[in-house]
């Protein structure tokens, strides 16, 4: 099968799906699983200043509650960095995605 072909019909009609949704514009006509999935704003911020008062507080000589939270923040830290990583993997799929204009399934690039 070429490059340019839908694996489902065979259609040669194949297009960038990010063009295609720039050309079609966000009207009516496009369905939600087409559009760029939606950037996660999360922040580290929070999460690291847990970490810290754990730190401190097992500093200042309160070793459980300092043990208790300094994990309880680099588990939150860990789950903001899997999903930040997870959304940025999803969006660059979604760049490379292509559109078959007869069917209108969406795909992988051929790799």
Same mark, same amino acid.
């Given at each position: 099968? @070429? ?8 259609? &040669? /009609?194949?297009? $960038?799906?990010?063009?295609f949704?720039?050309?079609? %514009?966000?009207?009516?006509?496009? /369905? ?8 996660? $704003?999360?922040?580290? #911020? =929070?999460? !690291?200043? +847990?970490v810290?008062? %754990? ?5 200042? #000589?309160? +070793? !459980?509650? %300092? +043990? ?5 923040? @680099?588990?939150?830290? $860990? =789950?903001?960095?899997? &999903?930040?990583r997870?959304?940025?993997?999803? /969006? *660059?799929?979604? !760049?490379? *995605? /292509? +559109?078959? !204009?007869?069917?209108?399934? &969406?795909?992988?690039?051929? &790799?």
């Amino acid at each position: 099968m @070429a490059e340019s072909q839908c694996s489902l019909c065979g259609s &040669t /009609r194949v297009q $960038s799906l990010p063009l295609f949704v720039a050309m079609v %514009g966000a009207g009516p006509g496009l /369905r939600k699983e087409w559009l760029q999935p939606e950037e996660v $704003s999360l922040s580290r #911020g =929070r999460p !690291l200043l +847990i970490v810290a008062v %754990g730190v401190v507080a097992l500093i200042s #000589g309160a +070793i !459980l509650p %300092g +043990i208790l939270v300094a994990v309880g923040g @680099a588990v939150w830290l $860990s =789950r903001v960095n899997q &999903t930040m990583r997870s959304n940025e993997k999803e /969006r *660059k799929e979604w !760049l490379g *995605k /292509r +559109i078959c !204009l007869n069917c209108e399934k &969406t795909f992988p690039p051929p &790799t």
